[in-house]
């Protein structure tokens, strides 16, 4: 069976502090992806990458990177010098196409406050 | 990627009545899902709406409760059947362009069952 954990249930930081959200992540499948989504207070879930098993070459975007480790299953992502629009509810989510055809398994989600 | 317009995005409605949530596409998927998040939690499947046949629901989900339809690849509607005030949550319809693809998200229907 698939499972994504984030165990950080609630994170409060400061405008421009740097934060990593943790996300760990189990499956049998070698083939595999994962993803990162924004859910802001207004509600609507924001892609924000997908990465697949075969890929472990860290990404950066801007002020947002992530950091994927196979050998550790992590899939983490940083965010520098945060802004308050970053408030959100971040979710970590696996697919699998032998495991469940395709459809992703979320983690518990983060809660991200930046405050000014 | 894809656009998903879902309506209504929020309803209160009375216990015993049912309410059909609709999701638009923007462009031909192969998948459409529909999740169920109860407040401050995750998103939990329901169902995966299957183009031309019935859903295939999760664990704990039933057709009864949570009738669904899809007469296309851009179209899905969600009905919350003979509601209780458990049922009050936010539901999300999801597309994805292919198996293993970004899943794309609607608003979201705010329901408050009272």
């Known amino acids: 069976a698939q499972k994504v954990t984030q165990a950080q249930t609630e994170i409060s930081v400061v405008e421009k502090e740097d934060v990593t959200l943790d996300c760990v992540y189990e499956?049998?499948?070698?083939?595999?992806?994962l993803f990162w989504y924004k859910q802001p207070p207004s509600g609507e879930l924001v892609f924000l990458i997908r990465?697949?098993?075969?890929?472990?070459q860290n990404e950066i975007s801007g002020r947002y990177s992530w950091n994927f480790q196979k050998s550790t299953s992590s899939f983490n992502f940083t965010i520098t010098a945060s802004q308050v629009v970053d408030s959100a509810v971040y979710f970590c989510?696996?697919?699998?196409?032998?495991?469940?055809?395709?459809?992703?398994?979320f983690g518990d989600g983060t809660t991200l406050t930046v405050k000014p | 990627s894809a656009v998903i317009s879902q309506k209504p995005s929020r309803d209160i409605c009375q216990r015993g009545t049912s309410l059909t949530i609709q999701c638009q596409v923007d462009?031909?998927?192969?998948?459409m899902f529909w999740y169920r998040q109860q407040p401050g939690q995750s998103l939990t499947l329901i169902a995966t709406a299957n183009q031309g046949s019935e859903a295939t629901y999760e664990s704990g989900f039933v057709i009864d409760k949570f009738p669904i339809s899809r007469p296309n690849l851009t179209f899905s509607t969600l009905t919350v059947s003979n509601m209780s005030p458990e049922d009050s949550s936010i539901y999300l319809c999801?597309?994805?362009?292919?198996?293993?693809?970004?899943?794309?998200f609607g608003q979201g229907t705010r329901l408050t069952v009272v």
């Open positions: 499956t049998r499948d070698t083939t595999y992806y």
């Open positions: 990465r697949n098993s075969f890929d472990e």
């Open positions: 999801s597309a994805q362009i292919g198996m293993n693809t970004e899943a794309f």
């Open positions: 989510a696996l697919s699998a196409p032998n495991t469940n055809a395709g459809k992703s398994t």
């Open positions: 462009s031909q998927v192969t998948m």
